[in-house]
T-cell receptor, first 112, second 112 residues
Framework: GDSVTQMEGPVTLSEEAFLTINCTYT??????LFWYVQYPGEGLQLLLK?????DKGSNKGFEATYRKETTSFHLEKGSVQVSDSAVYFC???????????FGKGTMLLVSP | DTAVSQTPKYLVTQMGNDKSIKCEQN?????MYWYKQDSKKFLKIMFS???????INETVPNRFSPKSPDKAHLNLHINSLELGDSAVYFC???????????FGPGTRLTVT
């Protein structure tokens, strides 16, 4: 079956540091890939997505590239802010009525 | 306007009780979901409904029964609550054939 593996957290960074959160996947088909973010006390929000190999998703300064050869979708941001502190989930999904398969989430803590 | 709403936000109850969580979406989506998030933030799909019909039912005790009175609502009823049911429950919705899911704010259930 499909699975998503994320690096364990928490990831602790100072403001303006470079962020990478690793995500790799195992899939039986050709999924789309997603990053969701969960701020404290809130539900998940879609951060960015990529629907095919070599696509780059980007939003709010975050980027991730769909790498089929390495089955990865690493999340990056050049300069993090305190407001980026949240839990980040990598996920994969297919069109139609299927659900998303989530990774276990990675907590990011950014200090001033 | 709230896209996906859940009530209640917090629910504290004793073992053995029966409780319900309600979910409504005003996005016009055809598919709705229930997820369970445990204390380690792991997110697991429970049910998925498309146009009021159950399409995915993961390995969930039959004490959990989803009900969809119309495609804008998906409620979750839980019988004979157990300590292990304590978690945050998220409702989500998506449009047919699209991957992006919109999440509600969650309901934190505590069983004592």
């Amino acid at each position: 079956g499909d699975s998503v593996t994320q690096m364990e957290g928490p990831v602790t960074l100072s403001e303006e540091a470079f962020l990478t959160i690793n995500c790799t996947y195992t899939a039986t088909g050709y999924p789309s890939l997603f990053w969701y973010v969960q701020y404290p006390g809130e539900g998940l929000q879609l951060l960015l997505k990529a629907t095919k190999a070599d696509d780059k998703g980007s939003n709010k300064g975050f980027e991730a590239t769909y790498r089929k050869e390495t089955t990865s979708f690493h999340l990056e941001k050049g300069s993090v802010q305190v407001s980026d502190s949240a839990v980040y989930f990598c996920a994969l999904g297919y069109s139609g009525y299927s659900t998303l398969t989530f990774g276990k989430g990675t907590m990011l803590l950014v200090s001033p | 306007d709230t896209a996906v709403s859940q009530t209640p936000k917090y629910l504290v109850t004793q073992m053995g009780n029966d409780k319900s969580i309600k979910c409504e979406q005003n996005l016009g989506h055809d598919t709705m979901y229930w997820y369970k998030q445990d204390s380690k933030k792991f997110l697991k799909i429970m049910f998925s409904y498309n146009n009021k019909e159950l399409i995915i039912n993961e390995t969930v005790p039959n004490r959990f029964s989803p009900k969809s009175p119309d495609k804008a609502h998906l409620n979750l009823h839980i019988n004979s609550l157990e300590l292990g049911d304590s978690a945050v429950y998220f409702c989500a919705s998506s449009q047919d054939g699209f991957y992006e899911q919109y999440f509600g704010p969650g309901t934190r259930l505590t069983v004592t």
